[in-house]
């Protein structure tokens, strides 16, 4: 069991919020939490590096001058990577750089990061945000109430909030985002991770149905 302060805006503690952790992992696997974080920044990469080589840069392939007499080293074409403006002797060509893992290895390391972080005493529960327009003061003012705002924040919501998203996507370090759209990788870059009572209410119960048992699609044998 696992017992978390759950504060207001102003940073005032006003409840308490309680759940068994092992609901999230009963474990944190490191090797799971690196392999998922390699594959998401893996996949970040665009892949369009391109240099020349030798073959595809523009000029006479015809030898500069003659192999001997001439009392200069023995040189080929000016194409050659060795000459400058040549083309490169390691050349860089596109490629794929995206990595995968299975599905369920990939909401378990979502769970085991969360986990990691709650443990670590980097998490925070506030009771609820609400923004009637779009103001970056006073998404900066709760920032400062929690005493986070020199901090890179991941700021979970039950759901889409245009609002508070406009209020914080001027803010170097913060990043809001429904609860849904979490992974281990946004999780574990911040130093900090808020969520809203409604957001952790929501991903329990995701975690929850999850873990279900399915239903077989052949009927059971009936007993003799």
């Known amino acids: 069991m696992v017992s978390l302060p759950v504060l207001d805006r102003t940073g005032a503690q006003v409840g308490t919020y309680e759940f068994e952790i092992d609901e999230l992992a009963e474990r944190i696997s490191k090797q799971l939490l690196h392999d998922a974080v390699v594959m998401y920044q893996s996949n970040m990469r665009q892949g369009t ?22 009392g200069n080293a023995r040189a080929g074409h000016k194409r050659s990577g060795v000459r400058r403006g040549g083309g490169h002797i390691h050349a860089k060509s596109p490629r794929d750089w995206r990595l995968s893992m299975p599905r369920k290895a990939m909401k378990m390391a979502t769970r085991m990061a969360l986990r ?6 980097q998490v925070v529960i506030l009771d609820d945000i609400q923004i009637e327009a779009p103001k970056t003061k006073e998404m900066m003012g709760i920032l400062k109430g929690l005493k986070i705002e ?8 039950p759901g889409y909030d245009l609002n ?13 985002m429904p609860v849904s759209d979490m992974n281990a990788l946004e999780i574990l870059r911040p130093r900090v991770v808020v969520l809203t009572q409604a957001a952790l ?7 929850a149905a999850s873990k279900k048992p399915q239903k077989s699609e052949y009927p059971q044998d009936p007993q003799e």
């Open 49 to 70: 590096a391109k240099t020349k080589t030798r073959g595809e840069v523009a000029g006479s392939t015809k030898k500069m001058y003659r192999q001997k007499g001439t």
């Open 116 to 121: 990691s972080k709650i443990e670590s005493d």
């Open 150 to 157: 020199n901090k890179t924040v991941l700021l979970a919501l």
């Open 164 to 176: 508070v998203y406009k209020s914080g996507r001027n803010i170097p370090g913060l990043q809001v």
């Open 201 to 207: 209410d929501a991903y329990r119960g995701k975690v």
